[in-house]
């Protein structure tokens, strides 16, 4: 069964804080990707990696950094939050390409106060 | 600027009408486009998709048109149904050098009435 899991689900925070987003895929996908969703902006690209510690930025890096150790876990870290990182993060993976199919994650809802 | 837009964020169809779903892009390298639907609190799932290499691709009640020149794709949806209300991403990328970016429109809100 193929999976993209995230946790946690739900999230509270206060601004300065840190906060880990955790992603894991059981389909030996070699890319990973990290996306927030904000009303009437879609989905936007935060890091995207190729395989084990091959990261590159998205299209929105700043304030977040991104962990890669084993291929099938990916992290998002936001060293102290700020209020304007509210939103639904998702993570996606896909076996390679832009033309593989992205797997999505269910999504994580971060509220930071 | 917005790469891949999709200009209208909602749309209301009666049931058994055709939604017609539009999604622009700018970059001509584009090779790649998809529809992704995403139900409230759920995650987005692969639709349909369909290379540059043809016009126009069919599975079902789902046709996707693409016209490069216009830099235009569509997604047409026939016997539209109520469990059809959902959120209509639509995604475009290229490929050079195996990139693996997509990126994604706004989202277009569709609404099936009984």
């Known amino acids: 069964d193929m999976k993209v899991t995230q946790m946690p689900r739900y999230l509270i925070k206060r601004m300065g804080e840190n906060v880990l987003l955790e992603c894991g895929q059981d389909m030996s996908h070699e890319t990973m990707y990290w996306y927030r969703q904000d009303p009437g902006l879609g989905l936007q690209l935060i890091y995207i990696s190729y395989d084990v510690d091959s990261n590159s930025e998205g299209d929105i890096p700043k304030g977040y950094r991104v962990s890669r150790k084993k291929r099938e876990h990916f992290s998002l870290i936001l060293d102290s939050a700020k209020t304007n990182q509210t939103s639904v993060y998702f993570c996606?993976?896909?076996?390679?390409?832009?033309?593989?199919?992205?797997?999505f994650g269910p999504g994580t809802r971060l509220l930071v106060l | 600027g917005q790469q891949v837009k999709q200009s209208s964020p909602s749309l209301t169809v009666q049931e058994g009408g055709i939604s017609i779903l539009n999604c622009d892009y700018e970059n001509d390298m584009f090779d790649y486009f998809a529809w992704y639907k995403k139900y409230p609190d759920n995650s987005p799932t692969l639709l349909i998709s369909?290379?540059?290499?043809?016009d126009k691709r069919e599975d079902g009640r789902l046709t996707v048109f693409l016209n490069k020149s216009g830099k235009h794709f569509s997604l047409h949806i026939t016997a539209s149904q109520p469990e059809d209300t959902a959120v209509y991403l639509c995604?475009?990328?290229?490929?050079?050098?195996?990139?693996?970016?997509?990126?994604f429109g706004e989202g277009t809100k569709l609404t099936v009435s009984s």
């Open positions: 369909v290379r540059s290499n043809v």
């Open positions: 996606a993976s896909s076996f390679r390409t832009n033309q593989d199919t992205q797997y």
């Open positions: 995604a475009a990328g290229g490929n050079q050098g195996g990139s693996a970016k997509l990126i």
